[in-house]
């Protein structure tokens, strides 16, 4: 199965929001999917990274909320 464009950037942009360590690198994917997704033409894929883009969210409210900055 040979992946789109399109799903293999969602992959990657997913990947290093949810995986990386580096805030830095974290904000740049928050912004890159920001930008990329208006350019999706795959509902799947639009929601692949709606989803991977709220469980990153949740994580950062957990966090927040296990260190009391909430």
Do not use: P, W
């Amino acid at each position: 199965m040979t992946l789109t464009h399109e799903t293999q950037r969602a992959m990657e942009l997913s990947s290093t929001l949810l995986n990386s360590t580096d805030a830095g690198e974290r904000l740049e994917a928050c912004n890159a999917i920001a930008q990329f997704s208006g350019e999706i033409s795959s509902n799947k894929v639009r929601m692949f990274l709606a989803s991977s883009y709220q469980a990153y969210v949740h994580r950062v409210a957990r966090e927040h909320y296990e260190q009391g900055v909430a």
